[in-house]
């Protein structure tokens, strides 16, 4: 079974539509972070989470928010969808017990925004 | 600011040849590096990492070598297959960060010819 899973995999939506991609993760780590890839570009940090009381912007924050429902669920809004938001979308964890800790990533969703 | 990169977009490779895939970094803070390897259609998949007080790391057919002088590092692949071919990533973290914080390269294609 896979330890950070992302839903949905993928969805095609509209200008303008709210949507939610969802994270949940089974490692136990209280650290959590979306990404966003395009195409030729390395990873970019859109939110993190320290834990449940913990929200932090990343270095692409605008035009998204998120929510941090329990240790094990972090979900990324985009409030009114555009299409320069078109790209894979990536959920991770950490564990910060660890003092060099790497990420674990989950398998991404595909968004598409016409 | 922070910058990770790579020498080059692509690599091919015959299969059974040694690949090396290389990164520039920039921030002489970084203390912990991580490659990563990206399938299609999927997260990305922790390879191997290594500190900063170390110059070299290997695994199960993987080396990581870390020059600090230039600040370059690079993966080497030995006896490339197939399954090997992928996009990989090198990230860094900035010893100053709490909380693991990485900053990702762009990645290298790498394909693997029978």
């Known amino acids: 079974d896979a330890d950070v899973t992302q839903t949905p995999r993928n969805r095609i939506t509209k200008t303008g539509k709210r949507i939610m991609l969802e994270c949940s993760q089974t490692?136990?780590?209280?650290?959590m972070y979306w990404y966003r890839q395009d195409p030729g570009l390395g990873l970019r940090l859109i939110y993190y989470?320290?834990?449940?009381?913990?929200?932090n912007k990343g270095e692409i924050s605008d035009g998204y928010s998120v929510s941090r429902q329990a240790q094990a669920k972090f979900s990324l809004s985009l409030e009114s969808a555009i299409p320069n938001q078109t790209a894979l979308y990536f959920c991770?964890?950490?564990?910060?017990?660890?003092?060099?800790?790497?990420?674990?990533f989950g398998p991404g969703t595909r968004l598409t925004v016409l | 600011g922070e910058s990770v990169g790579l020498h080059l977009p692509t690599l091919s490779v015959q299969e059974g040849d040694n690949s090396i895939i290389n990164c520039a970094y920039s921030?002489?803070?970084?203390?912990?590096f991580i490659w990563y390897k990206q399938e299609s259609g999927k997260g990305p998949q922790f390879i191997i990492d290594?500190?900063?007080?170390?110059d070299k790391r290997q695994g199960q057919r993987v080396t990581v070598l870390l020059n600090k002088t230039v600040k370059h590092l690079s993966l080497q692949i030995a006896a490339t297959q197939p399954g090997d071919s992928a996009v990989y990533f090198c990230?860094?973290?900035?010893?100053?960060?709490?909380?693991?914080?990485?900053?990702f390269g762009r990645g290298t294609q790498l394909t693997v010819w029978p």
């Open positions: 991770a964890t950490s564990d910060p017990r660890q003092d060099y800790n790497e990420q674990f």
């Open positions: 490692k136990g780590h209280d650290r």
């Open positions: 989470s320290f834990d449940v009381k913990d929200i």
């Open positions: 921030n002489s803070a970084s203390d912990y």
């Open positions: 290594i500190r900063s007080n170390m």
């Open positions: 990230a860094e973290r900035d010893r100053g960060s709490t909380l693991g914080r990485l900053y």
